[in-house]
């Protein structure tokens, strides 16, 4: 029914004029980035199904916007983990923080990796398909590991201390980042706010272009998601779905299965709801899934994360760290995939085998970001290790992983949320009022730096909670010299 106002001269209700439906679709579309990317999802699998080889040629509009995106996240971490340290004032509260975080991510991986075996099991998507693992061919992986391999435990530690500080930011290295962040964040502790008085405020500064910036690229996100998905459905097609449907139900499934477990987790240590967390950020989670990267999402989820309660330094450490440490949905894919291979070639794998199984992933699934064809090296690794497995054995694997990327993405990006939910909850870094409100719709997530603003009719923002959590409306000034203590 249409609102009516008065009018000034008769005194009799004058109805309004309620807008047609195509200009209520026209608006939606023209404000929400999620009716935007929802759109550009659909078009791209039509155009990818439709037309194979117009999705193959739009790939470049996913690509380039990930590219972009990329060149945005190590200068952001930067900024937001040095203004995270010296607002606080505590550097052994964010050490504190970084233990923590590395017990959950352990804790939590090694529940997906457990899960995802226990699953395997019972359903046995790969028996019966007796694969003659001599007719395989093994050089297709290595195709697509570009013959490289996993960095070994050692190597990994050494490769996160940066030997260049330019060269960090260069490489993307988001642990040599953190690492060069954290140096700087001490430094700036002891040099104290009368030595060194411009360098936070420029740091905070640099951190709103940074957010500009992203902001800019952000509106690009709908021809990234049609590019991505217009390309998966042309070079792909949907053949895999019916040769290896059994597999595919399996990951989503234990997949779905583990995020009901951690929502069970995050509503129990916190008290905040893991579904009200997804709509509030549908339009990061869509783009994700669409893009197959939770790195073309980080710099939004820092920021929402951020505004729903988290502090700086918990968010600008346990996130980051958590695409190198905390892999649930790739976990799930490599237990399942390594019990779907086994079974596939005929081989029986033992509860001891299983157990080496978890070992070795635990190890493996560490040192997986950013290295080409990771799953398939961390399989190589699981295979060789076992020593019953054919290691061509993996390349069955090849026809279906680009549609597990789905699966993996979105486990993966909700993980590492939770954990700075959790982590900031278990460090008293969390203003859990806040962040009901926020994941609530009471308060409005605004994108670029400021205070979000109430919703109308929502409670008195005085009893929100802190007022803003960003730079721009957070003063928090460093210690006056050398000799100032942090705080407990």
């Keep these: ?285 869509l783009l994700a899934l669409g893009t197959a990267s939770s790195e073309a999402v980080m710099p939004r989820m820092m920021q929402k994360l951020r505004q729903a309660g988290c502090r700086d330094d918990a968010v600008g450490l346990v996130l980051p760290t958590g695409y190198s440490f905390n892999l649930d949905g790739a976990s799930i894919y490599l237990s399942v995939g390594t019990l779907f291979i086994a079974q596939a070639v005929g081989v029986d794998l033992s509860l001891g085998q299983q157990i080496t199984v978890v070992l070795v992933l635990m190890l493996t699934s560490k040192g997986m970001a950013g290295v080409p064809g990771s799953a398939f090296l961390a399989l190589s690794a699981t295979a060789s290790a076992l020593g019953v497995i054919p290691a061509g054995a993996v390349a069955l694997l090849l026809g279906v992983d680009r549609i597990m990327d789905a699966m993996r993405v979105a486990t993966n990006l909700l993980g590492n949320c939770v954990a700075v939910f959790v982590v900031s909850r278990w460090e008293g870094a969390l203003d859990t009022a806040r962040a009901k409100k926020v994941l609530g719709g009471e308060i409005a997530f605004v994108p670029e730096q400021g205070e979000p603003v109430e919703e109308p009719g929502s409670a008195d923002a005085s009893t929100a909670g802190p007022k803003s959590l960003t730079p721009a409306a957070s003063e928090s000034p460093l210690p006056d010299g050398p000799s100032s203590t942090a705080r407990e």
């Design 1 to 285: 029914m249409a609102e009516a106002s008065w009018s000034l001269t008769t005194g009799v209700p004058v109805p309004q004029s309620v807008p047609s439906l195509p200009r209520r679709v026209a608006r939606t579309l023209r404000t929400s980035l999620f009716a935007q990317v929802a759109c550009a999802l659909v078009l791209g699998v039509l155009v990818g199904r439709l037309w194979p080889d117009a999705g193959t040629a739009v790939q470049p509009l996913g690509d380039g916007f990930v590219r972009l995106i990329k060149a945005m996240i190590a200068p952001l971490v930067f900024c937001v983990v040095v203004a995270g340290i010296t607002k606080a004032g505590d550097l052994k509260a964010f050490g504190r923080i970084g233990i923590k975080a590395l017990i959950w991510f352990e804790v939590a991986t090694t529940v997906a990796l457990v899960v995802g075996l226990l699953a395997g099991n019972l359903v046995s998507p790969g028996t019966g398909m007796n694969v003659d693992p001599a007719t395989l061919d093994a050089s297709a992986v290595d195709e697509k590991t570009g013959g490289g391999e996993l960095p070994s435990t050692s190597e990994f530690i050494l490769h996160s201390l940066p030997d260049s500080a330019i060269g960090a930011f260069a490489e993307n290295s988001l642990l040599q980042v953190l690492v060069l962040s954290c140096l700087v964040g001490a430094a700036l502790l002891h040099l104290g706010n009368t030595k060194v008085p411009a360098i936070l405020p420029a740091i905070e500064q640099g951190q709103e272009v940074v957010f500009a910036i992203v902001g800019f690229i952000m509106k690009l996100a709908p021809l990234a998601v049609f590019g991505a998905t217009a390309h998966l459905v042309g070079e792909y097609g949907l053949g895999a779905l019916s040769t290896y449907g059994k597999l595919i139900g399996v990951c989503y499934a234990v997949a779905l299965l583990f995020l009901v477990l951690l929502g069970v987790a995050l509503k129990a240590l916190t008290g905040l709801s893991l579904w009200k967390f997804v709509r509030y950020t549908r339009e990061e989670m």
